[in-house]
């Protein structure tokens, strides 16, 4: 099974304590009026991956989010998945329909 | 702008914008410089080279205004060059700090895990205190933070990390260069670029540059000249791309291409492995087939690299005994033998110093006096602390007690 997530926020269960002290060194923040946890510091990001997966017990996915049209979409949609050392891991990045269409890159760099 | 100029300079990020990728540790940079009261005086940012850390900087300080005042690895930054240098720009501020246009100085260290040898002696300590002191802000660069001399350097340093800049976003500076320098190339030529330079956006300006100044023209052909670059794969990469792999093709070419300590590696695969099978049969098989990858490695040595092909083979197996059942998990790493080295050490220097003594009295070599002294004296002190015999070997109260409480030796 594969838990897909943003970075933006994301629930996870309940966990114990020790376990929430970890989630929050390692780099989450935990928003407590909505109770939704989201990614503050990227030092450890492998880290903190791995001890999510551990929590839902699944392979655990973030989101990317396209620099050039702003959209989410996962790394399995890439091409370059396989050289990647961060892969599934919450970066910007562009997707792949932007990267092949010259159209949006032009209006891309009109910005510039 | 002149033609001969390099592209890596003509097309260096002038804008924090212009820099493609680690827009989570721009973000917290930019939070960092642009913050009032900063908690931390200074930053310390990291991450492999050709990834915008540099350019970062430039682009950051000329956007609000901050003057650089930069020491890299070609000046000396020994503890004197540092305080005649660093400690005048960052004590003061300066008068034109207060105009509208600039908002005084920003001493930025490149390139710090250089600072080594008997040049730089002292300049860590250095830089710390001036750290302490400083009333302007610290930028500071590095490749590689975890060597030890950093250490003491991390701990007053907020440290934000940056990644290798994925292919893509290569890919799309590659476009971008091309658009401008009239360079008409192929998709498939900038994507075999991107993929060469793993990460480093440099390198891969650099490439497209020498590949097709001349005629204007790039095709996959002509990037099949390019040599691949084999950058470092980290110990914890090497160990979640192996564990997983789903074929023993995929295991062993990720190993091939990583640069770890194959026999730190080894440890942590055996480390591991209680993690990954949870089935006590596959448990074994991939036990099995690691001791033959051990094997191997003890044949290798130095000098036989012919049986490499080998190692990699039966440790790529034991990652693919069951790839179906492959669930992530947290990584024990570095290796526990290490770990345990690491923490026991205050105990091995005691119990050297131990056996010093007693070698030195009993005219006995430190082997012999651990294994066959060692046992009795340890005895003889339990029963009687104040023992002369202590006095004899001119051993120390903490070293009595060490004796009295040690379980194994």
């Known amino acids: 099974m594969v838990a897909v997530l943003s970075k933006k926020a994301f629930k996870l269960p309940r966990v114990e304590k020790e376990k929430f002290i970890l989630l929050i060194r390692l780099g989450l923040e935990y928003n407590r009026e909505q109770g939704v946890y989201s990614i503050k510091s990227y030092n450890n990001i492998e880290k903190l991956t791995d001890t999510i997966a551990s929590i839902l017990n699944s392979e655990v996915v973030f989101l990317q989010s396209c620099t050039r049209c702003g959209k989410d979409f996962g790394c399995s949609d890439c091409k370059y998945n396989e050289l990647c050392t961060t892969k599934d891991l919450p970066f910007s990045c562009v997707c792949p329909q932007c990267l092949r269409d010259r159209k949006h890159f032009e209006e891309y760099l009109e910005k510039f | ?409």
């Open chain 2, 1 to 409: 702008m002149p033609n001969d100029l390099l592209w890596v300079e003509k097309y260096r990020p002038k804008k924090i914008e212009d820099i493609i990728g680690n827009e989570e540790a721009k973000a917290t940079f930019i939070e960092w410089l642009k913050s009032k009261r900063r908690s931390k005086k200074a930053v310390l940012l990291y991450g492999p080279p050709g990834v915008g850390k540099t350019a970062l900087v430039n682009a950051a300080a000329k956007e609000f205004g901050f003057i650089i005042i930069e020491m890299n690895a070609s000046d000396a930054r020994s503890e004197k060059a540092i305080n005649e240098i660093a400690k005048p720009a960052t004590s003061y501020v300066a008068l034109d700090s207060f105009s509208a246009v600039t908002k005084g100085n920003l001493l930025f260290l490149d390139e710090v895990d250089g600072i080594a040898g008997n040049e730089d002696r002292g300049g860590v300590g250095a830089i710390i205190k001036i750290i302490e002191e400083s009333r302007v802000p610290i930028i500071m660069a590095a490749n590689d933070p975890d060597i030890d001399k950093l250490r003491p350097l991390k701990k007053v340093c907020l440290l934000i990390r940056f990644q290798q800049i994925r292919i893509p976003l290569i890919i799309a500076l590659l476009q971008k260069i091309c658009l401008l320098e009239n360079v008409k190339a192929d998709f498939e030529a900038l994507e075999h670029i991107a993929q060469n330079s793993r990460g480093d956006a440099r390198s891969a300006i650099n490439d497209l540059q020498s590949l097709s100044e001349e005629n204007h023209v790039l095709t996959l052909q002509d990037t099949m000249t390019l040599s691949f670059r084999n950058k470092d794969i980290s110990l914890d990469e090497t160990l979640r791309g192996f564990f997983s792999a789903k074929s023993v093709g995929e295991a062993s070419s990720l190993l091939s291409r990583s640069n770890v300590d194959y026999d730190e590696f080894i440890m942590s695969v055996s480390d591991n492995l209680p993690k990954r099978y949870s089935d006590p049969n596959e448990l074994a098989a991939a036990y099995d087939l690691v001791s033959q990858a051990d094997v191997f490695r003890r044949r290798i040595g130095t000098e036989h690299w012919f049986l490499l092909k080998y190692f990699f083979n039966a440790l790529s197996k034991a990652a693919a005994v069951a790839p179906e059942s492959y669930k992530p998990f947290e990584f024990i790493s570095p290796p526990i033998r290490i770990i345990t080295l690491f923490w026991t050490k205050g105990k091995r220097t005691m119990l050297n110093g131990i056996c010093g003594k007693i070698g030195a009295q009993c005219h006995v070599s430190h082997e012999t006096a651990k294994h066959d002294f060692v046992p009795f004296i340890k005895n003889i002190l339990q029963n009687q602390k104040s023992s002369p015999l202590a006095s004899w070997l001119k051993l120390t109260p903490e070293e009595v007690d060490f004796l009295i409480k040690m379980n194994k030796y």
